[in-house]
């Protein structure tokens, strides 16, 4: 088992301790270390394997699983590209969902949700499992495929009320309600949901490996693979979804209550508050599941169940 899993097993079995290490490993500095210094976290983790069981204590070691949690990939042993290594998924999707919640047209709605969802799928990408190994790169296209076909989607759900809106000319006051204020958060959910589902589609097709609790590969399972999109899918609905509604429903609150009476003022509230719900719910939605994903005996193939007598069987969820 791979030396970051084997940290988040011990460190990461419950949602406040998840909340604490992605809270410190989400760190924008982190983006500045260099590769040398990524590969001596990778290997100071590889050599003090036989303690990684138990929470650290020392602190040299926690410094280098919060490098490595950030920078590298626990089953391709790879260092991610900058971009898209986690303490840059808040900063580079702020934009996004800033211009995205305040737009009005259906054109830029559309250009703008595609570009978010561009981002959050290759992101999603290159976090997932790594076991579909892409040899004659068939899983590889696939996976590229489906992930232009979903994000087209997406953009296009996105801008379909304001496109319907519009067409037929529906201004009142209910009409503007429902279509600016209580459709874009649970659409902007569900379609970030779809598209991590789609293009980590692959891992409930051809299984993912799971584990023993020493680390030993014991097979394939589609129902782990399942199991570790379905929630990585549902992380990202309840991220996007609460950081379109919550900050709304604020400056809704606000509006009534009269605290700000300028719009410049009230668009620098809605900015500050969605800044503010996004940060905080990155970590939460890490969290909301462990990176070791577990997964009982009972609820594996047969064919898994026959070569082992284990209770517990582990994997990597992936983000």
């Known amino acids: 088992m791979d030396g970051n899993l084997l940290l988040w097993r011990a460190e ?38 036989k303690t990684l069981s138990e929470p650290l204590q020392n602190k040299q070691t926690r410094q280098a699983f919060l490098l490595s949690v950030s920078s590298v990939h626990p089953d391709t042993d ?58 004659e790169y068939s899983i590889q296209q696939k996976q590229i495929i489906y992930g232009v076909g979903a994000i087209s989607y997406a953009a296009c759900i996105g801008a379909l009320p304001l496109i319907f809106m519009n067409r037929y000319t529906l201004k009142s006051s209910l009409t503007q309600l429902i279509v ?20 980590r589609s692959p891992e409930f097709e051809h299984g ?24 990585t899918a549902l992380s990202r609905a309840v991220l996007f979804g609460t950081t379109f509604f919550l900050p709304e429903l604020l400056v809704s609150f606000v509006e009534r209550a009269k605290l700000v009476k300028s719009p410049r003022a009230l668009a620098s509230v809605r900015m500050l ?35 082992t007598e284990e209770t517990e069987f582990f994997y990597n969820r992936g983000i």
């Not at 996004?96 to 250009?111: D, E, G, I, N, R």
């Not at 993912?208 to 929630?231: C, L, P, Q, T, Y």
Request: net charge positive.
């Open 180 to 199: 600016r204020k209580l459709l874009p958060a649970p659409l902007l959910g569900l379609t970030s949901a779809f598209t991590a589902a789609v293009v």
């Open 12 to 49: 990461g079995q419950s949602f406040l301790r998840r909340f604490l290490l992605w809270a410190d490993a989400l760190d924008p500095l982190l983006l500045l270390k260099p590769a040398n210094e990524i590969n001596r976290a990778k290997l100071l983790i590889q050599t003090s394997e």
């Open 208 to 231: 993912i490996e799971v584990m023993d609790r020493n680390g030993k590969v014991v097979g394939v399972s589609r129902n782990a693979g399942e199991k570790a999109v379905k929630e």
């Open 273 to 307: 508050l969605i800044t503010s719900v996004l940060a905080g719910m990155v970590p939460v939605s890490f969290s909301m599941f462990p990176q070791c994903g577990e997964i009982k005996r009972e609820d594996l193939e047969p064919e898994i169940l026959s070569s």
């Open 78 to 135: 790879k260092i991610i590209p900058v971009v898209f290594r986690p303490p840059a998924f808040m900063p580079l999707t702020l934009p996004w969902v800033v211009v995205s919640s305040l737009q009005h047209q259906a054109k830029s709605t559309f250009f703008f949700q595609f570009i978010f969802h561009t981002y959050t799928t290759a992101f999603t990408l290159l976090h997932g499992n790594g076991t579909p190994k892409a040899e």
